[in-house]
């Protein structure tokens, strides 16, 4: 049997804490502390790890905020002069350099999570909030052994293990998640002129795009700080895109081709099972607005055999129905549009 290192959690916030539940569950023993006492109690009472004792860590994982990452990484490193030393902040360049100058980098790993909620703090924590996620490793000058120390704590927590260089990694999170954050907040910034009955005609889409609007900015200013040169040439993007379509002659026009763009690159966005979306194909189904409805209408496609792969449902309030979708193999959807309509659903599309 391989012994698990005894691993020790600094920052006991929403990614430190549900770390430190997860590997806990797993039989790691874990130790977790935090610079506030009320937010280390609270973590150490929600079973995310114990008190530190005397012995010395074998690991430990960095889960402050980004800003601070590089200050509390050489400090571990130094407080502990024979531990290995992860962190997790959303940006790895910056701190890798660091930790580079301190002499001590075959320690050092940077990591990345690809997990997180628009909500922070150890009340948020979740112990299988990575499973199936990606986990960036940045390797650096990390020692072999250091590494997999830290694909240890991946694979504990049933991540994907993803490794990549540190730049690299900071130029393609400005993409999938730094810059998203931006456009989400200026979209539901742009709400402002409107009064409260005009934005209770949000639609699904609207909460779609900015459900991560909601997000605490102390975090994102640090990210925008250590990834800034990646997060304007992304943002510098974005805007051309938007300045082609409002200069446009013909709006419709501009449009189209934003949209076509769009749609090809949305399909390139992993799914479930790290499939690609567009692999499924959507039918969607009028689903009346009462107890019931729904398991009916899953236990009739079940019963053609055919297989939900993801489900989503539009609902607006004082509405009598919602629109379903379920989404199927391509090769199961006519023979489940048939079946529904056989047995009385309404099929608004597929
Ligand atoms: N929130 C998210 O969705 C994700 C965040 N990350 C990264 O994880 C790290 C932690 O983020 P969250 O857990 O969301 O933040 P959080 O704000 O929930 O927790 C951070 C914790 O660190 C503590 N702290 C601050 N300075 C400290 C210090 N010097 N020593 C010890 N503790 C200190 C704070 O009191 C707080 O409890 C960040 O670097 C972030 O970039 C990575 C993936 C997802
Ligand atoms: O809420 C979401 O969908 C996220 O994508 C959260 C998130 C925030 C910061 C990260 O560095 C990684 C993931």
Redesign the pocket.
């Known amino acids: 049997m391989t012994t698990t290192p005894l691993t020790h959690i600094?920052?006991?916030?929403?990614?430190?804490?549900?770390i430190g539940i997860g590997l806990s569950a797993e039989g790691w023993r874990v130790t977790i502390?935090?610079?506030?006492p009320e937010?280390e109690l609270l973590?150490r009472s929600i079973g995310a790890g114990g008190a530190p004792d005397r012995n010395e860590p074998d690991l430990v994982i960095?889960?402050?905020?980004?800003g601070?990452?590089p200050?509390?990484v050489s400090n571990a490193l130094n407080t502990w002069p024979n531990a290995v030393v992860v962190?997790?902040?959303?940006?790895k360049a910056p701190i890798a350099e660091v930790a580079a100058r301190s002499g001590q980098g075959h320690r050092y790993v940077g990591s990345?999570?690809?997990?997180?909620?628009?909500i922070?703090?150890?009340m948020?924590a979740q112990g299988d909030l990575f499973r199936a996620r990606p986990w960036v490793i940045c390797p650096g000058i990390a020692s072999a052994k250091a590494v997999a120390m830290v694909r240890s704590v991946a694979d504990a927590l049933l991540c994907d293990v993803v490794e990549m260089d540190a730049e690299a990694h900071d130029r393609a999170v400005a993409r999938v998640s730094h810059a998203p954050q931006a456009a989400a907040s200026a979209v539901a910034a742009a709400l402002g002129p409107l009064v409260e009955n005009d934005i209770a005609l949000a639609g699904q889409g609207l909460r779609d795009v900015t459900r991560i609007a909601a997000?605490?900015p102390?975090?994102w200013a640090?990210?925008a700080r250590l990834n800034k040169r990646s997060l304007v040439e992304t943002l510098d993007h974005i805007v051309a895109e938007l300045d082609a379509v409002r200069k446009a002659d013909d709006i419709g026009a501009a449009m189209t081709a934003l949209i076509d763009r769009g749609r090809r690159e949305v399909a390139r966005i992993p799914g479930k099972h790290g499939g690609a979306k567009r692999e499924w194909e959507a039918v969607t189904v009028i689903v009346p607005d009462r107890p019931g409805h729904l398991v009916r209408l899953l236990s009739d496609a079940a019963a053609v055999g055919v297989n939900v792969e993801d489900l989503s449902i539009e609902h607006s309030p004082r509405q009598p129905v919602g629109l379903t979708t379920l989404w199927v193999l391509p090769q199961s959807a006519s023979e489940l549009v048939e079946a529904l309509e056989k047995g009385g659903w309404v099929v608004a599309g597929s």
């Not at 962190?87 to 940006?91: G, I, K, Q, W």
Request: hydrophobic fraction near 45%; proline fraction near 7%.
């Open positions: 600094v920052g006991a916030g929403l990614i430190g804490a549900s502390s935090d610079a506030d937010t973590a960095v889960a402050t905020p980004p601070v990452t200050d509390v962190d997790v902040a959303s940006v990345h999570p690809m997990a997180g909620r628009e922070s703090g150890a948020a997000s605490h102390a975090m640090d990210i």
